[in-house]
């Protein structure tokens, strides 16, 4: 472990994010924020220049030190993140501020605030920048950091891609990012233009583009999406799904392999899952309510759509639909998105895993002698992928079990704190009851924000790169150099 | 010709025994003397000591007058650089046997024609094509497929109630009047004859049936048997004929269950085979069988590497109740053994391979279809030709040796079952049933 190495790698992590915030500066000149943006700005990248100028370069980093830069590096730009909102004023606490930052870094889209429409528009384009710049995050993540520790079976997320191996994080992995980077742009460009073609503004436009690509879930309104119209909706729905792919499959798809998606068994159960789901709802709402519209339809279809790629936002106030639909929303914000996905949740490549694996045990029920091997596709997999697989669904619902106790002892009930618990760590945003789409976490409290906050890294992170910060090993020299 | 034998196995011992005994000049080539003192001792070749894969060992065994070079020791790389080490040159077909299911994947580099290598055999499978055959035709013992699959000689024992029992051929052949049928031999207390019409046929009995494919279901009605073809099957044993035989049952949509002794033999399997429900246990555990459901199986195959293993796990199954039962044995001692215990069918990893040899191994106008495992009679194909003495006679009067009878004739794109009042015409290929003592002259009425 070289301390130097993972400082001046965060350093420049805290540069590139001072460089970020500059954006909204021209924004903040008529609201006369100025000076709160520039500060902000300053502090971040005066601290981060220090740290990369201050450290001399050690070429290249392994696997540990990887590891405690992802770690501490989501932490370091939480926080600095979090600076605009206190700066200029329209954070109430610190706690929210740290909130609202985490959860755009996280791309959950949970937000603090009551009303939107009154936020600055410097803000607001911060709260969709931090969405996107973690959308870039998470796809690195996914590519070069989860496989490379084997985090709960994450070879699956890219079982089909050459050249990814867990033997070095460069030169081929940076290549693959940057592609990956490619393909992400270029979705958000096409939305953000079909949004203008549609009739958004141009703010608007790029504020919601950044946040669907993201599956993040911030808007410019209120409302979320039913702000706008159903054409717009409709276009959402789509790229909510295809954010919530993964993206070494786009690529493929856009570099003429086509089949790419079809040929992949975790696609094709994304896919099922989310067509049978959004028909399960919108049934339910035909049967309880009596309405079979179209209108009925897009309700359930985005809704569903939002909620399984982890996105997060609403055009209807799902909290309030029959109990069946959000039973089954709450299953998928704990499936949540594919694996290299900007999305979060469990990854449905894991409940694909764990499903197959019981089919096998009950198999086994039957014909007790048998050798049951559990295949994704046709593929088998790794019986030690497997178990991490489970290890990581034993986190998982221990974790949520922990942030559900918390956030009761603080005051909420049951229904709250198990959705708010489950959509903090699965990065979708709402939750059902009191944090329902209609509401906000506003008026939950610090400390419940923070545990909020807490859970929304632990998940984004996969819990295992946040918590091996904890671990004495990490931080002793010993096994530590190349 | 001369033929050159790398590997004195199984396989290169029973091929190099039946080449010797057709007047070819066969020089057995293995790094082991002591195997090659039994060799020498037992057959009429000649023996090399020395690697195969070595061009100088090559030379001194004659590759250069040779016609044939088999390549057929127990690993596949020795093999195929023995292929590589001959000489390429018109005249000289180089076969290597090549057991490695991933040398036969369906994009392998290693095709027919590439590394030096004209032709490649891999015996377990054949012998698991062998007993696919089978599997479509529950009754029969043996099924060889020839002329496209137009036309099959199918291996029946005659049942209990069999309508042809009791009664001599001309008289059933009366009542068949018309349909493509012909009772080539009769297989009685370990003796094979050629049938003529006054034989009669008895209950228990073993039938060589040549049949046109639509005949089939009559072939089987007229010994006592029902047209059948396996829905379930179980197979015991872990072998790499397994590994073949669980490939094409599956592809084929097949219900298919297999026993593997070891664990992770097992495993592998089970990987690779992913419509198979590959069990983990003892393949003569009774208990294990009856719970997987044996006696409602349609065919129970026992693939194992040891005989007795094969013969017991099958006799269970037998008597649990599985419809047909196949039975893998090495020793070709078994092989009859196996039909007297009440098995339906044995199969040989070293028969499959050579009887798949020796069918590439064409002398002039003859080329072998098949070699029965159970009396060594054997299935030639011969092209007729204008200096042959049969054209244009009565096949009644064609004068052809007591051990042989023309089962078919391939005229064309159609396929004839003959009586004795047809008659061979230049370009037809006659497919020609012959008993081991009959070949030979059989072959001399059809030259080049």
Known sequence: ?482 | MRVIIVGAGEVGYHVADRLAKEQHDVVVVDVAAARLDYVESHLDVAVLEGSGASPSVLERAGIKEAGLLLAVTSVDEVNLVTCMSAPSRPGLVKVARVSNPDFYAERAALQPGTFGVDLLINPERELALEAFRLLQSTAASDVVVFAGGAVQLLGLRVADGAPVANRPLAAVGAGERGRQLLTVAVERDGRTIIPTGATVIEVGDHVYVIAAAREIPRALELTGHTHEKAQRVMLAGGSIETFYLAQLLQQHGLDTVAIVEDRERAQELAEQLDRTLVLNGNVTDIELLELEGVGGMDAFVALTDYDETNIIASLVAKHAGAKQVITLVNKSDYVPLARRLGLDAAVSPRLSAASALLRYVRRGSVQRVATLQANDAEVLSLAVTAGSPVVGRLLAEAGFPEGAIVGAIVRGHSVVVPTGRDTLRVGDAAIVFALPEAVAPVTRMFPT
Not at chain 1, 124 to 136: D, K, Q
Not at chain 1, 169 to 177: D, F, K, W, Y
Not at chain 1, 416 to 432: V, Y
Not at chain 1, 458 to 481: C, H, I, M, N, S
Request: hydrophobic share 55%; glycine share 12%; charged share 10%.
């Open chain 1, 1 to 482: 472990m070289n301390p130097l190495e993972v400082i001046r790698v965060i350093g420049v992590l805290l540069v590139a994010t001072a460089a970020a915030m500059l954006a909204s500066v021209p924004f903040a000149v008529g609201e006369g924020l100025v000076g709160g943006w520039l500060s902000a700005a300053a502090l971040v990248g005066g601290v981060g220049a220090v740290a990369w100028w201050a450290t001399p370069p050690v070429g290249g980093i392994n696997a540990r030190e990887g590891v405690v830069i992802v770690g501490l590096g989501w932490v370091a730009v939480v926080l600095a993140g979090s600076l605009p909102f206190l700066f200029t004023g329209v954070a109430p606490t610190v706690a929210a501020a740290v909130f609202e930052s985490a959860s755009g870094f996280t791309t959950t889209g949970a937000t603090v605030f009551p009303v939107i429409e009154t936020l600055p528009p410097s803000i607001l384009l911060w709260r969709s920048m931090t969405h996107w710049i973690g959308g870039m995050g998470i796809i690195v993540l996914g590519v070069a950091i989860l496989p490379l520790l084997g985090v709960g079976g994450a070879q699956l997320f890219h079982a089909e891609v050459p050249g990814i191996t867990a033997d070095r994080l460069a030169p081929r992995i940076a290549t693959t990012a940057r592609l990956l980077w490619g393909v992400y742009v270029l979705l958000t460009a096409v939305l953000g233009a079909l949004y203008l073609a549609l009739g958004m503004t141009p703010f608007d436009a790029a504020n919601h583009a950044m946040s669907t690509l993201a599956t993040g879930g911030f808007s410019t309104r209120t409302a979320s999406m039913a702000a706008f119209s159903p054409a717009i909706q409709w276009v959402t729905v789509v790229f909510m799904f295809a954010a919530g792919v993964n993206f070494t499959l786009h690529y493929r798809v856009l570099t003429g392999r086509w089949r790419a998606w079809f040929r992949d068994a975790e696609w094709r159960w994304y896919t099922a899952s989310t067509v049978s789901a959004s028909a399960l709802v919108f049934a339910a709402l035909w049967v309880e309510q009596g309405n079979g519209s179209l209108e009925s339809l897009r309700h359930a279809a985005f809704n569903t759509v939002s909620i399984h790629s982890t996105t997060g936002f609403a055009t209807a106030d799902f909290a309030r639909w029959p109990s069946v639909t959000q039973v089954l929303l709450l299953g998928l914000m704990f499936v949540g998105a594919m694996g290299g996905s900007t999305g979060g949740g469990f990854k449905v490549v894991r409940a694909a895993v764990v499903a197959e694996h019981t089919r096998g045990e009950v198999r086994k029920v039957l014909h007790p002698r048998a050798i049951v091997v559990t295949r994704l596709g046709r593929t088998p997999v790794r019986s030690e992928i497997v178990l991490n697989v489970l290890a990581f669904l034993g986190m998982y619902v221990v974790t949520h079990a922990a942030g559900t106790v918390a956030l009761t002892a603080l005051g909420s009930d049951l229904v709250t704190a198990m959705s708010a618990a489950l959509s903090a760590m699965s990065s979708i945003g709402p939750g059902l009851a009191d944090v329902g789409p209609a509401a906000n976490y506003g008026h939950l409290g610090d400390p419940a924000l923070l545990v909020l906050s807490a859970l929304m890294l632990l998940g984004r992170l996969e819990f295992y790169t946040l918590l091996v910060l904890f671990l004495p090993g990490v931080w002793t020299r010993a096994g530590g150099r190349r």
